[in-house]
């Protein structure tokens, strides 16, 4: 399994707590995919750029909260161990109609100290266009079309970028933001469109980046795959 700490982050927000005497917490599950340079926003993506995102869509499996082993309670009881959220769970992250973080799932966990959260990206069983896809990513290169996507599930364990740090269940309300962090996949698709590296090879009006062999990008489809997994963090801002 492969450790992840750079970009899509989890950002923690913790509420008071309203009654001391529960044994456990609300946890909130939200994604967002962000950038630094606004390229995701609604603005951006209408206006003049060499690479502009439209749809980025992902597809993760079951969400496990990993207890802290050095935690006083992950010896004392069972049900302090790992807590595990059964997938899947399918997101569309730019979707203008959603609220800027779409909602994942809430769930009550055992007060305990938690040292990080592990899911996967799964291929998506749906019918229609995610179907036998973990992510879909779509826009335009120079004004034409793209679409770039993998079929290859991928393990993931997320971590705040200080690897010392946990986040702690208290008997309080906790929500977690999952934040994919794409300007270094902006970057790398504005380089390669510059290079004139990105074809429409089979000449079918759409330039296809996969895990495969469409339009024979598949080695550019494995460096983003790999790139997207490292750009996938825990972060305590929002």
């Not at 009550?108 to 291929?123: D, G, L």
Request: hydrophobic letters at 40%; glycine letters at 6%; aromatic letters at 6%.
């Amino acid at each position: 399994m492969k450790k992840i700490s750079i970009f899509a982050l989890l950002a923690l927000v913790i509420s008071s707590c309203t009654n001391d005497a529960t044994s456990e917490g609300n946890v909130t599950l939200k994604a967002s995919a962000v950038s630094t340079t606004g390229k995701t926003s609604l603005t951006a993506r209408t206006a003049a750029s060499t690479v502009v995102l439209t749809d980025f869509r992902i597809n993760i499996g079951n969400i496990e909260f990993e207890t802290d082993m050095e935690d006083a309670m992950y010896n004392m009881d069972p049900m302090y161990e790992d807590v595990e959220l059964n997938g899947p769970f399918l997101l569309d992250l730019l979707d203008p109609n959603l609220t800027l973080n779409p909602f994942i799932t809430s769930v009550n966990v055992p007060n305990a100290r938690y040292e990080e959260i592990e899911f996967a990206f799964e291929k998506s069983t749906l019918a229609g266009e995610m179907n036998g896809k973990t992510y879909l990513i779509k826009g335009t290169i120079n004004g034409k079309p793209f679409i770039i996507w993998s079929d290859e599930d991928a393990e993931l364990e997320l971590d705040f970028e200080d690897q010392s740090r946990d986040f702690t269940i208290n008997s309080n309300d906790i929500s977690l933001n999952i934040k994919i962090q794409l300007d270094a996949l902006l970057n790398k698709l504005t380089t390669l469109a510059n290079q004139g590296l990105l074809l429409d090879t089979d000449g079918d009006g759409v330039i296809e980046i996969s895990t495969g062999n469409d339009d024979s990008h598949n080695d550019i489809g494995d460096f983003i795959k790999d790139l997207l997994e490292q750009e996938t963090d825990l972060d305590d801002n929002d």
